[in-house]
T-cell receptor, first 117, second 110 residues
Framework: GAVVSQHPSRVICKSGTSVKIECRSL??????MFWYRQFPKKSLMLMAT?????????EQGVEKDKFLINHASLTLSTLTVTSAHPEDSSFYIC?????????????FGPGTRLTVL | KNQVEQSPQSLIILEGKNCTLQ??????????LRWYKQDTGRGPVSLTI?????NTKSNGRYTATLDADTKQSSLHITASQLSDSASYIC?????????FGAGTRLTVKP
């Protein structure tokens, strides 16, 4: 089956630093990727939709200057948490539907655990 | 208000027993409903996907049902195993967006 990878799987950083998380579709192209965050024992919350070659679409309440998204190619999207604070500590997950399959197929990455000290 | 409600929030069963998880939704228009299994610290993995015309779909020991009239779905797990311990998330799509349930946390004990 299709595979989506994320890197790193976990990261610990100091408050005020920026952290970049990568999401890659390994065996298919994805013009759209989705970024979620998940708090302990809670479900996934959609943060933004990453669009290859254009600006990301952010959900209400998500600061676009705080969470920078770059969809540089058909297989790579990056989420950069800028000036991270302890409240940004969370589990970040990406997902991607193969191009041409918007909602019927969705492959999730394994997630990235971010801890901000 | 969440448009996808799952119950119970958590469930503990003994290994080998069966269980049923519920998902009620108000999402409209309806496109499809999916059940995912999410192990702790991992991303969700798809178990089943059902469209409007499908009533039942099985994937090994997992059987999902869908009643589009009452807008209810269930996930039945038979002969549970310790590895079934995970969160099970119901996701309902309208024509464009996905709506996530809060999940049911299942613990299977020996």
């Amino acid at each position: 089956g299709a595979v989506v990878s994320q890197h790193p799987s976990r990261v610990i950083c100091k408050s005020g630093t920026s952290v970049k998380i990568e999401c890659r579709s390994l065996d298919f192209q994805a013009t759209t990727m989705f970024w979620y965050r998940q708090f302990p024992k809670k479900s996934l919350m959609l943060m933004a939709t990453s669009n290859e070659g254009s600006k990301a679409t952010y959900e209400q309440g998500v600061e676009k200057d705080k969470f920078l998204i770059n969809h540089a190619s058909l297989t790579l999207s990056t989420l950069t948490v800028t000036s991270a604070h302890p409240e940004d500590s969370s589990f970040y997950i990406c997902s991607a539907p193969p191009t041409g399959q918007k909602s019927n197929t969705q492959y999730f990455g394994p997630g990235t655990r971010l801890t901000v000290l | 208000k969440n448009q996808v409600e799952q119950s119970p929030q958590s469930l503990i069963i003994l290994e080998g027993k069966n269980c049923t998880l519920q998902c009620n939704y108000t999402v409209s228009p309806f496109s499809n409903l999916r059940w995912y299994k999410q192990d702790t610290g991992r991303g969700p993995v798809s178990l089943t996907i059902m469209t409007f015309s499908e009533n039942t779909k099985s994937n090994g020991r997992y059987t999902a049902t869908l009643d589009a009239d009452t807008k209810q779905s269930s996930l039945h797990i038979t002969a549970s195993q310790l590895s079934d311990s995970a969160s099970y998330i119901c996701v309902v799509s309208d024509r464009g967006d996905m709506r996530f349930g809060a999940g049911t946390r299942l613990t299977v004990k020996p």
